[in-house]
């Protein structure tokens, strides 16, 4: 299907996205609008990515109509050079759409939601917290070329090299729709600049992804089921951070699910960070659990279990990423682990709509 029947049958109901856009700037008018922040911020990120979208689909609609123009021009003096230049924008504007209608897959509740990503080393010693660093810093850079804000929230540096783990939010339109491709175990082949012996060494570090959710969704936690330890933040920050205990530890004894928070200076702020964090893990997991009972083989659920490879990276002894779940295959290594992820994460939800 071509682009110009991509946008003339309306694969996005624009309309419909233009009454929303009135709404929510009708509700936003009022001024009890900001007596609730949490809600008032969603509202703001589903304008700014129906904006987006509403602005997107103009841009594409004029260059359509600008290449039409320009190839009847080309037709009408034989011009082969014009023809070549329309054939290039029409190019680009079926890229554009391509790209609209990925973002149309992104129809999960909470797909339009920031994210919260865990790294944790997994098998491998030191190369694996070398490998959930090179991990933590591939989503930095994805997150940076799609203009996404990110936000350090815990960190545990490894003693030789490396990380042990990592928590970060991913804040931009459908940050958890795209990043929920990530979550699963992924797996490094390379020759170990850790060994003395320069011999080949597999490592593997698991990526965990959460919808950022916000205080209109509920999610029972109970006091008795928490145990709240407090420390003395690690990692740089001054002196502050060794002298008083501001970092914070949530263990949800039931589930035996941990959030930690240290980004702050102040306790509190690292509490409320680490139970929102915590939130979102419950939600995540009660939402899985419900997936489970529809489809015991559900993509989801293979996606976040520890056993479940879902990425090999192998850098030696030749170079190639694999997604074992699509079965992309891509040369590029450098290009993947510097963030260029958005091939994978189409193919995952292009698998997962079908």
């Not at 949490?38 to 700014?48: N, V």
């Amino acid at each position: 299907m071509g682009s110009g029947s991509l946008l003339s049958e309306g694969i996005f109901d624009i309309e419909k996205l233009q009454e929303r856009l009135l709404e929510i700037e009708q509700v936003s008018a009022d001024p009890a609008f900001w007596n609730q922040q949490e809600k008032a911020q969603t509202i703001l990120r589903e304008q700014a990515g129906h904006k987006a979208t509403v602005g997107e689909w103009s841009r594409l609609s004029g260059e359509l109509q600008d290449a039409k123009v320009l190839l009847e021009l080309a037709e009408e003096a034989g011009d082969e050079g014009e023809a070549e230049e329309a054939r290039k924008l029409t190019s680009r504007v079926e890229t554009g759409v391509e790209a609209m209608e990925l973002r149309r897959m992104l129809s999960g509740e909470q797909d339009h939601t920031d994210a919260l990503v865990s790294i944790n080393a997994g098998a491998g010693g030191v190369d694996a917290q070398d490998w959930a660093d090179m991990l933590r810093r591939m989503y930095y850079r994805w997150a940076e070329r799609r203009g996404y804000a990110v936000e350090e929230l815990d960190l545990q540096e490894g003693e030789e090299a490396g990380i042990k783990s990592v928590s970060f939010a991913v804040r931009g339109p459908n940050a958890f729709g795209y990043l929920k491709a990530e979550s699963g175990v992924h797996r490094l082949v390379r020759i170990s600049p850790f060994d003395s012996n320069a011999r080949r060494h597999t490592a593997f570090a698991a990526a965990f992804v959460y919808p950022e959710i916000d205080d209109s969704i509920e999610v029972d936690i109970r006091d008795e089921d928490l145990e709240v330890q407090t420390m003395r933040s690690g990692g740089a920050g001054g002196q502050h951070v060794n002298k008083t205990e501001s970092a914070v530890r949530i263990i949800h004894k039931p589930s035996g699910l941990v959030a930690k928070c240290q980004s702050e200076r102040s306790q509190h702020k690292n509490r409320s960070t680490a139970m929102k964090m915590l939130r979102a893990m419950l939600y995540a997991q009660k939402l899985r659990e419900k997936e489970a009972k529809i489809d015991e083989a559900n993509s989801h659920k293979k996606a976040i279990e520890w056993g479940s490879q879902i990425r090999s990276y192998v850098l030696a002894p030749y170079r190639l990423v694999t997604d074992h779940r699509s079965e992309l295959k891509v040369g590029n290594v450098d290009a993947v682990l510097d963030g260029e992820l958005d091939e994978f994460i189409k193919a995952y939800l292009i698998q997962a709509a079908g």
